[in-house]
């Protein structure tokens, strides 16, 4: 598996250092005296990257984790482990750190590996923050290997895979809501926007760190990158960290409870 992530990411590379060669050697605003070209198009391009990579991290976090209770469960491959040596707890709190520090290592990579090519083809363009869109992504990508630990507890390997696909998927629409809410100046649609990103709030912590990546650029560069690929740039500040924080600990909660009272 781990191979075909590592072909498959390589493929990825490519197609995304073709797509930033392209634009940069195409890209025309010279009708806009107000926009930085450069700017313009290397945070847009890379916005788009942070788009794929907290995808293709969710992917792999989908895969670590969708059958871990009840799916190895069904296969009698989890009865000897949790009774000696290991306990549920245990066992469940060694699967959470093993998949999400598998996933942080993969997002930080692809992350980087993306930051790179766009310095690199993008003539010098830097992004105005890197470590904390890096940690954003990171904590987005654990947010999704917990839901889909939690969903291992009590739904079977494909329901569960299924769910938390859909569970991102709503993440996904509710950033396009709020684009859509904010362009039509629907207060209405922003709410149920922002609900939404906190409810699962690793689409929260994509749009932190999305805004991190041009949070010092001014004029009609501002608005067209706080529009984003996928999802506007907003900033969550220091309470989405706590939020997120605490969050994690409800969803711990919820899983070891219902562990427990699983009968193997």
């Known amino acids: ?22 634009v940069f050697n195409d890209r025309n605003f010279g009708e806009f005296e107000d926009i930085d070209p450069t700017v313009l198009a290397g945070s847009t ?30 296969r009698g491959l989890l009865q000897p482990l949790v009774v000696r040596p290991l306990g549920r707890r245990t066992f469940l709190l060694a699967r959470f750190g093993a998949a999400a520090g598998v996933c942080v290592l993969y ?35 654990v947010a999704v290997v917990a839901l ?17 696909f859909m569970l991102f998927g709503a ?18 649609l922003e709410r149920a ?12 912590l994509y749009q932190d760190a999305l805004n991190a990546i041009s949070s010092e650029s001014f004029g009609l560069s501002r608005v067209a990158l706080q529009l984003g690929p ?11 960290w706590l939020y997120s924080l605490a969050y994690l600990g409800v969803v711990a909660v919820l899983a070891a409870v219902g562990f427990d009272r699983r009968d193997l």
């Open 45 to 74: 391009l890379f916005g788009l990257s942070m788009f794929a990579t907290l995808f293709l991290g969710a992917v792999l976090a989908v895969f670590l984790t969708l059958g871990v209770v009840r799916g190895d469960a069904e």
């Open 107 to 141: 997002v930080w990579a692809v992350f980087t590996g993306c930051l790179v090519i766009t310095h690199w083809l993008g003539n010098g363009w830097w992004p105005d923050r890197f470590v904390v869109p890096a940690l954003g992504l990171a904590a987005a990508v």
């Open 171 to 188: 993440g996904l629409v509710a950033g396009l809501l709020g684009q859509i809410g904010e362009a039509l100046d629907s207060h209405t």
């Open 230 to 240: 996928f999802g506007g740039a907003e900033a969550g500040g220091s309470s989405l």
């Open 193 to 204: 926007a922002t609900i939404t990103s906190w409810a699962l709030p690793f689409e929260a």
């Open 1 to 22: 598996m781990f191979l075909v992530v590592v072909l498959l990411t390589l493929v990825f590379f490519a197609l995304y250092a073709l797509g930033v060669r392209q």
């Open 148 to 164: 889909s630990l939690l969903g291992s507890v009590y739904l079977s390997g494909t329901a569960n895979g299924i769910a938390v």
